[in-house]
Nanobody, 121 residues
Framework: VQLQAFGGGLVQAGGSLRLSCAASGRTLSRLRMGWFRQAPGKEREFVAAITWSDYYADSVKGRFTVSRDNVKNTAYLQMNSLKIEDTAVYYC??????????????????WGQGTLVTVSS
């Protein structure tokens, strides 16, 4: 599976961005899709995931929405009400479907290259 993430950029606090993750090689509907982020000097952390349901980190719940378009074979992360602390490189990841929230990095065998999101005051 090859993943390509894009859609990052510079946005003011309170604004919105939509990240996309285009997949090739396997059908998205048969995969767990996750979004993670890594801020400078910090470890990569879980943001959201989608399998048969969607799951979110507490820090983004109510502001971010994960979805996928099986026809376009693309996953999305809609980010609203962005905060300065959301600034990070965002990565999409794919793994086999299974139980759990998808918060564990080890659930994913495929990673995109990352896209930078910068939220300014």
């Amino acid at each position: 599976v090859q993943l390509q993430a894009f859609g990052g950029g510079l946005v003011q606090a309170g604004g919105s961005l939509r990240l996309s993750c285009a997949a090739s090689g396997r059908t998205l509907s048969r995969l767990r899709m996750g979004w993670f982020r890594q801020a400078p000097g910090k470890e990569r952390e879980f943001v959201a995931a989608i399998t048969w349901s969607d799951y979110y980190a507490d820090s983004v719940k109510g502001r971010f929405t994960v979805s996928r378009d099986n026809v376009k074979n693309t996953a999305y992360l809609q980010m609203n009400s962005l905060k300065i602390e959301d600034t990070a490189v965002y990565y999409c990841a794919a793994g086999d479907l299974g139980p759990g929230t998808g918060a564990d990095l080890s659930m994913y065998g495929y990673w995109g290259q990352g896209t930078l999101v910068t939220v300014s005051s």
